[in-house]
């Protein structure tokens, strides 16, 4: 799926991100714990260096809670990077990523520590920041993209500090990994409006098929489960009544249908990237 979602402001945002590395002693990039790879900007590595990283698993409630315990072993494995699994809005989780920032910033005895945080749209990050402060300072939204402009939050002050600038959420310019485009926009990363749920469905149903049959089949009551994405969409419109006249299923309903169900968590708790499909993909590059 070649999503290319990339508003002006976006293009902005990413030299805001450049020179706001500068002055910052540690990066905290929110990820969607579901597609932890996918989810993660490839650019904003790219512009981090050698920053310290914190990422962060946000909506861990709705992704597979082993996929995700093996996801943060794989991504310590990087140097000056932590990982946590939180939900945005538990106070207590929040504070565990403003602990691990401190531990890998440089100690500055006079202002504390200075953090960015970075993300793609509609990872939660707003949400987190709000939580952290422990009041609204950002704004937030079920639809991506609701930061517009950089602002900066003063946590707390002294020695014992924490600053944190925020960013628009930055999607880049073309995704051209089809399976991560596909997973960005059955997750909510990309405006309905510029979703194409014909193209996301059919493959996202053969991704749950492979790692949760039991889930799909109990959630759409299948008792005829197609191998083939198109044709498991369609079985899933008949038991959901996506019927045009004289009995045509009406695909694109039923695609409509399971995006905004895997995006609302309501299979159950799934994960979309799984740490062996990447492992195994570095293998072959080294060959």
Known sequence: MAVQWYPGHMKKASDEIRSALKKVDVVIEIIDARIPVSSSNPMLKELRGSKPCVKVLNKKDLAD???????????????????????????????????????????????????????????????????????????????????????????????????????????????????????????????DTALDYLEVAPQAVVDLLTHYRELLVGRYKLKTVPEEGLELLAEIGKKRGCLRKGGVVDLHKAAEIVCKEIKAGDLGRISLDWPEDYQNEENEDDE
Do not use: Y
């Not at 939580?131 to 602002?151: C, F, I, M, S, Y």
């Not at 003063?154 to 600053?163: A, N, Q, T, V």
């Open 65 to 191: 809670p082993t996929v995700t315990a093996r996801w943060i072993q794989t991504m310590e494995k990087e140097a000056n990077t932590r990982a946590v699994a939180i939900e945005a809005l538990k106070k207590k989780e929040v504070d565990k990523v403003k602990g691990l920032a401190a531990s890998l910033a440089p100690p500055d005895m006079k202002r504390g520590v200075r953090a960015l945080v970075v993300g793609i749209p509609n990872v939660g990050k707003s949400t987190f920041i709000n939580t952290l402060a422990g009041r609204k300072v950002a704004k937030t939204g079920d639809e991506p993209a609701v930061t517009r402009h950089q602002q900066h939050v003063r946590i707390d002050g002294g020695r014992d500090g924490f600053d944190i600038a925020d960013t628009p959420g930055v999607l880049w310019p073309n995704l051209a990994d089809h399976r991560g485009g596909i997973r960005l926009g059955a997750t909510g990363a990309v405006r």
